[in-house]
Structure formats: structure tokens, C-alpha cells
């Protein structure tokens, strides 16, 4: 991964408290993992941001490297790695996602 983009990829993670690098995007998924995930975070009243990683090929490379996850998607909260589709389901059923999450959660 070249430092540019290491250095795009940390940027983003400062920029924003949760957010999903992803297939498509929040409004468009363009693979059904990446859909699972945007409506797993849809119920959690807390912004997300989402990268679509089919649009910039160094993005979708460096962010494999830069987690050490071979997949997509890839969520991530207060800069942390948490995990790709199967992990976010299975922190959303046991009610640790909402957890990870509450950092960042809209009290209201």
C-alpha cells in the first residue's frame, strides 16, 4: 500500500466516528454482505459514513492491507477495526455492537 494512501485511509477514520467501507452505497449496496451491514447500523440511531471501495482501487486494496481483513465490507468505530459482515451480525445479535457503538450513539 502506498503511503498516499495510507494516508487517505487514516484521514477518513479521524474524519468519522463510524464508518463502513463497503461494496456500493448506505442508499445503493452493490453486494449483499455490504447491505447487511448498512441496515444493521440503520437500526442504531448514530450517523455512519461509507466509503465505496469499487470507486478507487488503491481504497480497496489499501484497506484490505491496512486491517489485515481480506474482505469487504469492513467497519470501523472511533478509528478501531471491529470487523466484516459476519462479525457485525453476531456483535449486533449479542447486543455488543450496540456497545461498540455507544460512543457514538444519539442519546434521544
Not at 464508518?19 to 454482505?33: E, R
Not at 471501495?53 to 481480506?70: A, F, V
Request: charged letters at 20%.
Amino acid at each position: 500500500m502506498s503511503e498516499s494512501t495510507q494516508k487517505q485511509i487514516e484521514q477518513q477514520l479521524k474524519e468519522h466516528a463510524v464508518i463502513l467501507y463497503m461494496k456500493g452505497s448506505a442508499d445503493f449496496p452493490l453486494c449483499g454482505f455490504s447491505a447487511k451491514v448498512v441496515n444493521i447500523l440503520r437500526t442504531y440511531n448514530t450517523p455512519f459514513h461509507t466509503i465505496n471501495i469499487l470507486e478507487d482501487e488503491d481504497i480497496r486494496q489499501g484497506i484490505k492491507i491496512y486491517s489485515n481483513w481480506p474482505t469487504i465490507p469492513q467497519l470501523y468505530v472511533l478509528g478501531e477495526f471491529i470487523g466484516g459482515g459476519d462479525i457485525v451480525q453476531q456483535m449486533h445479535d449479542s447486543g455488543e455492537l450496540k456497545q461498540v457503538l455507544g460512543g457514538t450513539l444519539d442519546s434521544s
